[in-house]
C-alpha cells in the first residue's frame, strides 16, 4: 500500500514539473482569442485587434528563384485606426523568412514588434493544445467510437492524456491514436503573422507585405521533337509550392540564373497577350507568365514558358578513346548519339533558362520514341547547343593496340586500329574522337584527321548499312 501511494506521489510531482515546462513553452504561442503581448518597451497598450485574410487581398506578386527563396508582394486592402493596433495577418506562408519582412502602407505605418509564424510541427503542435480536450480512437478502427480526453501534458515528446480518471501516455505502443479537435484554432495560433503597429491615419488603405519564402521554386523543362530535319522545341517552367500556403491567383516572374556568358547583350521584348514576357535584369533573365497562376499548397504545377521554337538540327555518333600508356588486347567501346543545333537569333528569339531536355521521334510506324534526356545550360539566343542521348545498339565499336613503343624517356609511338560496325538499314557518320596528351605528331594514318583541340584528333567515317569501317593510325607522343 505504502509502495502505491509512493508512486502515486512520484508521478504527481513529476506531472507537475512536466506542466510547468509546457506552460513556459505554449505561452510564446499567441492563442487566436487574446491579443499577443507586446514585444518591446512603448510597444501599443491598446487591446485594439485587427484581422487581415486573403479575402482582403487586392493583388499577389510570386517572383520565383530557381535557387533562392521566392519573394512574395502580398497587397491588402484593410482598415486601421489611427492608434496603436495588433494586426493579426492570416494566410501568410509557414516558410516565411521573418527578417525579410517589408511593410508600407498608404498612410506611414509606425512598427513596434513582430511575430512571425513557425512551421506546424508535432511537438509545437502538442504543446499548443495542452490542457485542451482531444479525442482517442482505436488504432485498428478508421472511425468507430471517441472517447473524450483531456491532454495533460507531454512525457518524453509523447502525449500524456487523462481519460476516465486515470492517465495514458499515448506512445508506438499505445492502443490509441490522439485525434484534435477541428475546432482548435491551432492553425491561427501558429501560423498567423502578429504586428504592432500605428497608422498615422484611419480608415481603410492598401497595405503591402512585401516577404522571402523559402520551399517555393521552379525549374526548367524542355520536350524536343525531331521530324525530318526540323527540331520543335517546346518550353516548360515547373513550379513547386513546398509551402502550406495555397497561392490563389498569383502574378507570377520566373528568374532565371545567370546567363550563358554572363552579362552578355541585354534584350526586353514586347509580345502579344498570350505570350511570356521576358526582360534581362543585370545577370539574370527575368520571365512573366502571362496569366494569372494558382499554386496549391504542396503541389506541383507546369506551364508553359514560350511558345514552340523550330530549328534544324545535326544528329551525330561518336566514339571516343584515349591514347595513353600500354594496353593490350582488344577493347569494345560505346557509340554514343549526340544531337547539336543553335538556338534562333531573331526577333522572336528566347533565352533558354538551364534545365532537363527530352527528345523524342517518330519510328518507320508512325510511333513516338524517347530517344534520351541531356541537360540544356543556360543559354542565349544563338547559342550552340549539344545533348548526349545515350548509348546506340545498331553501332558498335573496338579499339586494338597494335603497337606500343618506347623511344626514350619522356617519348614513345603508338599505332592503333578503330573498328566501327553498323548493324542499321542505314549508312551512319560517326566521329571518332580520341585523346592523346602531350605534344603529338600524327605519323600515318588511313583517313585524314582534325584537330579542334591540342590533346584531339578526331576523324569523320561513313560506316555503310550492314557493313564496317576501320581506322588505322600510329603517332609519336612527347611527354
Keep these: 500500500m505504502c509502495r502505491a501511494i509512493s508512486l502515486i506521489c512520484s508521478l504527481l510531482l513529476a506531472l507537475g514539473l512536466t506542466q510547468t515546462a509546457a506552460f513556459a513553452d505554449t505561452a510564446r504561442i499567441t492563442p487566436a482569442d487574446s491579443r499577443p503581448p507586446s514585444g518591446v518597451d512603448g510597444a501599443p497598450g491598446s487591446q485594439d485587434r485587427v484581422s487581415t485574410t486573403a479575402a482582403d487581398r487586392r493583388e499577389l506578386v510570386l517572383t520565383i528563384y530557381q535557387n533562392a527563396p521566392a519573394l512574395v508582394r502580398d497587397r491588402r486592402s484593410i482598415r486601421l485606426p489611427d492608434a496603436p493596433v495588433s494586426l493579426r495577418v492570416l494566410d501568410v506562408s509557414d516558410r516565411m523568412i521573418g527578417e525579410s519582412l517589408r511593410l508600407r502602407g498608404e498612410a506611414d505605418l509606425e512598427l513596434f514588434a513582430v511575430r512571425r509564424p513557425e512551421p506546424l510541427e508535432r511537438q509545437r503542435l502538442l504543446r499548443a493544445l495542452v490542457g485542451q480536450e482531444v479525442l482517442l480512437r482505436s488504432r485498428d478502427a478508421i472511425d468507430g467510437e471517441a472517447h473524450q480526453a483531456r491532454l495533460v501534458s507531454l512525457v518524453d515528446g509523447d502525449p500524456l492524456v487523462a481519460i476516465d480518471d486515470a492517465f495514458e501516455i499515448i506512445d508506438a505502443n499505445s492502443p490509441w491514436r490522439l485525434v484534435l479537435p477541428a475546432d482548435a484554432g491551432i492553425m491561427q495560433r501558429t501560423e498567423a503573422l502578429w504586428l504592432d503597429l500605428r497608422s498615422a491615419q484611419a480608415g481603410r488603405q492598401d497595405v503591402e507585405f512585401l516577404y522571402q519564402s523559402a520551399a517555393v521554386s521552379w525549374q526548367a523543362d524542355y520536350v524536343l521533337d525531331l521530324d525530318a530535319e526540323v527540331l520543335r522545341l517546346q518550353a516548360f517552367a515547373s513550379l513547386e509550392n513546398r509551402?502550406?500556403?495555397?497561392?490563389?491567383?498569383?502574378?507570377?516572374?520566373?528568374?532565371?540564373?545567370?546567363?550563358?556568358?554572363?552579362?552578355?547583350?541585354?534584350?526586353?521584348?514586347?509580345?502579344?497577350?498570350?505570350?511570356?514576357?521576358?526582360?534581362?535584369?543585370?545577370?539574370?533573365?527575368?520571365?512573366?507568365?502571362?496569366?494569372?497562376?494558382?499554386?496549391?499548397?504542396?503541389?506541383s504545377l507546369q506551364v508553359p514558358l514560350f511558345p514552340a521554337l523550330e530549328t534544324d538540327f545535326d544528329r551525330q555518333y561518336r566514339v571516343e578513346g584515349y591514347a595513353s600508356g600500354r594496353s593490350g588486347g582488344e577493347r569494345r567501346v560505346p557509340v554514343s548519339l549526340h544531337l547539336s543545333f543553335v538556338t534562333p537569333d531573331d526577333d522572336r528569339a528566347w533565352p533558354l533558362p538551364a534545365g532537363a531536355a527530352r527528345v523524342y521521334k517518330q519510328d518507320g510506324d508512325g510511333e513516338p520514341l524517347f530517344l534520351g534526356q541531356d541537360g540544356i545550360p543556360a543559354s542565349s539566343p544563338g547559342s550552340d547547343i549539344e545533348l548526349r542521348l545515350g548509348t546506340v545498339f545498331d553501332l558498335t565499336a573496338t579499339r586494338t593496340q597494335r603497337e606500343f613503343r618506347r623511344l626514350g624517356e619522356r617519348e614513345e609511338e603508338q599505332a592503333w586500329t578503330i573498328r566501327l560496325r553498323n548493324a542499321g538499314d542505314e549508312d551512319a557518320t560517326v566521329d571518332v574522337i580520341e585523346r592523346i596528351p602531350g605534344q603529338w605528331t600524327m605519323l600515318e594514318e588511313s583517313s585524314d584527321h582534325q584537330r579542334p583541340a591540342s590533346d584531339q584528333a578526331v576523324w569523320r567515317l561513313q560506316v555503310p548499312a550492314g557493313g564496317e569501317r576501320e581506322l588505322r593510325y600510329r603517332v609519336q607522343i612527347r611527354h
Excluded: H, N
Design 243 to 299: 509551402t502550406a500556403l495555397d497561392f490563389d491567383a498569383a502574378s507570377v516572374r520566373l528568374l532565371a540564373g545567370e546567363p550563358q556568358g554572363g552579362g552578355g547583350v541585354q534584350r526586353r521584348q514586347t509580345l502579344a497577350s498570350d505570350s511570356v514576357g521576358v526582360s534581362a535584369e543585370g545577370p539574370y533573365q527575368l520571365f512573366r507568365l502571362p496569366r494569372d497562376v494558382t499554386l496549391p499548397a504542396g503541389q
